[in-house]
């Protein structure tokens, strides 16, 4: 589906590491009009971490913001963008991304780095259907850039059941290797 039917379409949030890509949040905090910056560990019990806290922010003009992150490497890194339904609220939006950021990976409560390049590039293919509804949540999309600078991008699949049980509990065998070696989580 063409991104200017997306955005005629859906809201679009850009979730993205404040640490890896300070360029992004001077962006956002600079351009007029623009939603604030959102840190997704405030009321978690990563609070205390605030100052190193993903964000989450929302896109009114998706197209400047692709071509913001296509000429910022380090955010290519570090960002994820997803594409939800008009009718899913701001609030909405918020507690899942939270959810994800402490979702429990095969039984163990962690730091799940969602937004992260290297676990798109590294799992997305071997992610289990269950696994990748409850990424989604209620959003239609995600896009983030590969390794070489290309867009890539998921959507959801319209049979797939998306239960909001807290905590979010991905189980997609690939997630435990990563776990072990603690690579992106």
């Known amino acids: ?86 009718a899913i609220s701001e609030a909405e939006v918020f507690l899942h991304f939270q959810q994800l950021i402490q979702a429990h990976i095969h039984g163990q409560p962690s730091l799940f780095r969602f937004f992260s390049q290297s676990f798109w590039v590294n799992t997305a293919k071997e992610l289990t259907h269950s696994d990748l509804s409850i990424i989604l949540g209620d959003a239609s999309h995600i896009f983030w850039f590969d390794h070489c600078g290309r867009l890539s991008s998921l959507n959801s699949d319209d049979s797939s059941t998306y239960h909001r049980n807290y905590p979010y509990s991905l189980d997609s065998p690939v997630l435990l290797q990563w776990f072990i070696n603690d690579s992106y989580i």
């Open 1 to 86: 589906m063409p991104i200017s039917y997306l955005q005629e379409h859906g809201q679009f949030w850009l979730v993205f590491d404040v640490v890896a890509a300070p360029e992004i949040a001077e962006h956002v905090a600079n351009k007029p009009n623009t939603a604030p910056m959102q840190p997704l560990f405030l009321g978690t019990h990563f609070e205390h971490l605030l100052e190193f806290s993903p964000c989450m922010v929302k896109i009114d003009d998706l197209s400047s913001t692709l071509n913001l992150i296509r000429e910022l490497p380090n955010a290519q890194k570090c960002c994820l963008i997803f594409c939800f339904p008009d």
